[in-house]
């Protein structure tokens, strides 16, 4: 059974930064994707950024592109979202996710039909 666990999210001011991490156990396939989903209060989830831990291929929302950097270890037990340059409306719940995968493109399309398996979340807060 897929384990997801998010840590580091936290409160920053405009212009800030925030490293979340994501512990994954229990992957029965060896590649996946996993990714990073937020959603914000009174707004549909977003897919953030997804990477394919076959080959480290990355994917982002416009909305973050130049802003947030994902980044695995280990084959993906261990993802990072590097979040620099932070705006308010970064402001969201952050959700790990992850699915198996077996070519890069998946992990594309996934972040907009979601993933599999959820992790239970991080609060990112930014203020103004």
């Known amino acids: 059974q897929v384990q997801l666990a998010e840590s580091g999210g936290g409160s920053v001011q405009t212009g800030g930064s925030l490293r979340l991490s994501c512990a994954a156990s229990?992957?029965?396939?060896?590649?996946?994707?996993v990714g990073w989903f937020r959603q914000a209060p009174g707004k549909e989830r977003e897919g953030v950024a997804s990477?394919?831990?076959?080959?480290?291929?990355?994917y982002y929302a416009d909305s973050v592109k130049g802003r947030f950097t994902i980044s695995q270890v280990n084959a993906g037990r261990t993802v990072y979202l590097q979040m620099d340059n932070l705006k308010p409306e970064d402001t969201a719940m952050y959700y790990c996710?992850?699915?198996?995968?077996?070519?890069?493109?998946?992990?594309?399309?996934?972040?907009?039909?979601?993933?599999?398996?959820w992790g239970k979340g991080t609060l990112v807060t930014v203020s103004s």
């Open positions: 996710a992850a699915e198996a995968a077996f070519y890069g493109g998946t992990c594309s399309k996934a972040l907009s039909s979601g993933m599999d398996t």
């Open positions: 229990g992957f029965h396939y060896p590649t996946n994707c």
């Open positions: 990477i394919y831990t076959g080959g480290a291929t990355t």
